[in-house]
């Protein structure tokens, strides 16, 4: 079998000789190794320029013609080694996989043709975005799965496993809003969408203060995702568990559990600024007020804090995130544990939901929350607190956060795995590697499963040599979600590369008695190539 993917240049495993051994696994040449589990390539693995502009990535299912000679130390029989235990690997699909209309699947033959590298890889599966714009765009109660249902079972005849993600937020890139009947709800009511100091509307995903309120057509936006949830469970049941192992639940902005504090965050991950608060629709501002009455405080209720910096300006630009500001006051205190608490509160009833629905189906229920490194290296760390996060130098914001996780059953799903400290601008005292550590050991100490993901799709200085970093010793993961598929991911400046990542994962570790022997390498078999190839357009 042979898989074509356009893309600039070729990577290529050609006819080659071979040793077929009893460890279950063919060492090729160059340093590249076919196993029971899939095909890992090594550095040697070559790239050759074509003049159309193609690259071909070919498979090779082959068949030993002659066997190999026993080792002549009889010790060794019993000391065969097995692979190590690695991390389950996965790739995330396009974000427009399937098309607004949900009737097609965008870029298919160029999917297809990517799942069968990834299987041959050894890559265990692949995450697919389900989009709530998409499934009940026209009418609530509406549910279209049909393209989804398509590319679950073109995964499943692939023979890789599928992670999928429920995105109750909307994308600009891609463009893909909110349901078409829930946008026209916020045309008259804007407060069903978080707003800024400005009175600025987040549109992207609903405010985290009508969770509970009827205005969805009489109906609560959670007993709406409950709904959506339901029809998912029911329309997928064949997959449930045997395709189907993992379900993420979109908690807000990117489906992340925050506050969309930057309406836009950079691709690669370096905020300048601080962000802003996001408490200003009019039923946040209801809830602060009730909040502050209820704490014999009723001025602090009449709006957020007066002394804060705008989106990308630094904590210093302002009086309230500046060491003895207001942060530190009785007043900041007030404010800053009840801005976490909602956002603690909102997670809390959407993982329960999952929790109610899926927990009988025996697949595991995810939740992600994001990385706002910059400023970790101050004491007030501003971004983490606009975005919902009460963490400070002497204030671990993120025990509750945990303790909320472990309450509902749910792993959690950490971004940023490759970013380092060197990487990052030092004005904004940003250091990823520290507050990612600080969230590992916070969850953990709960007993929270942690999986991790990467930050950029179009890569970051030294990010694989920062992945291997976070996936290897003591940074125990319950997956590594790689994002993402596409024309970028299949480039011969990108691919290689993450050929190499799935190498050092799950490369068998060998005993001294697994080595050949000079017997075994002057040993040669052909190798007899099938069928035919497939073309895969950029994605």
């Not at 299912?61 to 029989?77: C, D, F, G, V």
């Not at 990308?312 to 309230?320: C, L, R, T």
């Not at 509750?400 to 749910?410: G, L, P, T």
Request: aromatic residues 10%; hydrophobic residues 30%.
């Amino acid at each position: 079998m042979e898989l074509s993917v356009i893309g600039g240049s070729q990577v290529k495993l050609g006819r080659t000789d071979f040793g077929c051994r009893e460890l279950g696994y063919v060492i090729l040449k160059n340093d590249c190794r076919f196993s029971k589990g899939g095909v890992c390539f090594g550095q040697s693995l070559r790239l050759k320029k074509s003049g159309n502009g193609m690259m071909t990535l070919k498979a090779v299912h082959a068949e030993p013609i002659r066997e190999m000679k026993k080792k002549k130390n009889p010790s060794a029989s019993g000391t065969r080694s097995k692979p190590v235990d690695g991390v389950r690997l996965f790739v995330g699909l396009p974000l427009d996989t399937v098309s607004h209309d949900c009737n097609s699947i965008n870029h298919s033959r160029a999917i297809a043709a990517g799942l069968k590298a990834l299987k041959l890889l050894g890559v265990e599966g692949v995450e697919l975005p389900i989009w709530w714009g998409i499934v009940e765009k026209e009418a609530m109660g509406k549910y279209d799965w049909s393209g989804y249902l398509s590319i679950a079972e073109m995964i499943q005849k692939a023979g890789l496993k599928l992670h999928v993600t429920l995105c109750f937020h909307g994308s600009k890139k891609p463009n893909i809003p909110l349901p078409k009947w829930v946008s026209e709800i916020g045309e008259s009511q804007s407060s069903i969408y978080f707003t800024d100091r400005s009175g600025q509307c987040y549109k992207e995903c609903l405010s985290l203060a009508v969770d509970n309120l009827n205005v969805l057509n009489g109906k609560t936006p959670v007993e709406v995702y409950r709904s959506f949830c339901e029809s998912f469970k029911s329309s997928f049941a064949p997959f449930m568990k045997s395709t189907i192992t993992g379900i993420s639940m979109g908690l807000g902005p990117d489906g992340e559990l925050r506050y969309p504090s930057h309406h836009e965050l950079p691709s690669d991950g370096k905020t300048r600024g601080i962000g802003e608060f996001q408490c200003y629709d009019q039923n946040m501002l209801n809830l602060l007020k009730q909040h502050a009455e209820s704490s014999g405080n009723p001025l602090w209720g009449l709006g957020g804090p007066h002394d804060v910096p705008t989106y990308n300006q630094s904590p210093y630009s302002n009086s309230f995130f500046k060491d003895g500001g207001s942060w530190e006051c009785p007043y900041g205190d007030f404010f800053l544990s009840w801005y976490s608490s909602l956002l603690i509160k909102h997670g809390d009833s959407l993982l329960s939901l999952a929790d109610s629905n899926f927990g009988d189906t025996g697949v595991s229920i995810y939740g992600k929350i994001p990385l706002m490194h910059s400023w970790y290296g101050t004491r007030s760390r501003p971004s983490e607190q606009t975005a919902g996060f009460y963490n400070t130098a002497n204030r671990d914001g993120y025990e509750q956060v945990a303790k909320m996780f472990a309450k509902n059953s749910c792993k959690i799903i950490l971004p940023g795995m490759d970013l380092s400290d060197a990487n990052q601008p030092n004005e904004t005292h940003s250091s990823p590697e520290l507050l990612l550590s600080q969230t590992m050991t916070t969850f953990r100490k709960h007993d929270v499963k942690v999986s991790g993901q990467n930050s950029s799709e179009f890569g970051v200085p030294g990010g694989f040599e920062q992945m291997k970093k976070n996936l290897s010793g003591d940074h125990v993961l319950d997956l590594f979600s790689y994002q993402r598929m596409g024309a970028y991911f299949f480039s011969p400046e990108h691919f290689p590369s993450f050929t190499e990542l799935v190498r050092s994962l799950n490369q068998p570790k060998l005993h001294l008695d697994d080595l050949p022997t000079d017997e075994e390498e002057g040993a040669e078999s052909a190798i007899m190539s099938q069928e035919s190839s497939v073309s895969m357009q950029a994605v």
